[in-house]
């Protein structure tokens, strides 16, 4: 049973809207960070919304690049995290993982390495 497994990638172009979907599996009960992260062909994988989802640590986090465009929320009785991503522009063009993992020695999910339960990601292309 994979931990988590995304969807909802695709071809759009600059401006328009997607939601990609995570759904957890049970494997993934105690985690108590979720976080969308992606990775450009000859690019570091980086995160672009992370979120503590049993309280505390903080709220949702998001690189400057994405903030106010994006947005992470769960539904906790689906166990499905969602990436909303509007105004989409080429610059989003990567590789998108969904991972699950626990809180870092600060308290929060921000450090990758919190992240232990990784997808196999969905491919999301902005083109101009």
């Known amino acids: 049973q994979a931990p988590v497994v995304e969807s909802g990638g695709g071809s759009v172009q600059t401006g328009d809207s997607l939601r990609l979907s995570c759904e957890r599996s049970d494997r993934t009960s105690s985690s108590n960070c979720m976080g969308w992260f992606r990775q450009a062909p000859g690019k570091e994988r980086e995160a672009v919304a992370t979120?503590?989802?049993?309280?505390?640590?903080?709220?949702?986090e998001y690189p400057d690049s994405v903030k106010g465009r994006f947005t992470i929320s769960q539904d906790i009785t689906k166990n499905i995290i969602y990436l909303q991503m509007n105004n989409l522009v080429p610059e989003d063009t990567a590789m998108y993982y969904c991972?699950?993992?626990?809180?870092?020695?600060?308290?929060?999910?921000?450090?990758?390495?919190?992240?232990?339960?990784w997808g196999q990601g969905t491919q999301v292309t902005v083109s101009s």
């Open positions: 979120i503590n989802i049993r309280g505390g640590g903080g709220p949702p």
């Open positions: 991972a699950a993992g626990r809180r870092d020695y600060t308290g929060t999910c921000r450090s990758q390495s919190a992240f232990n339960y």
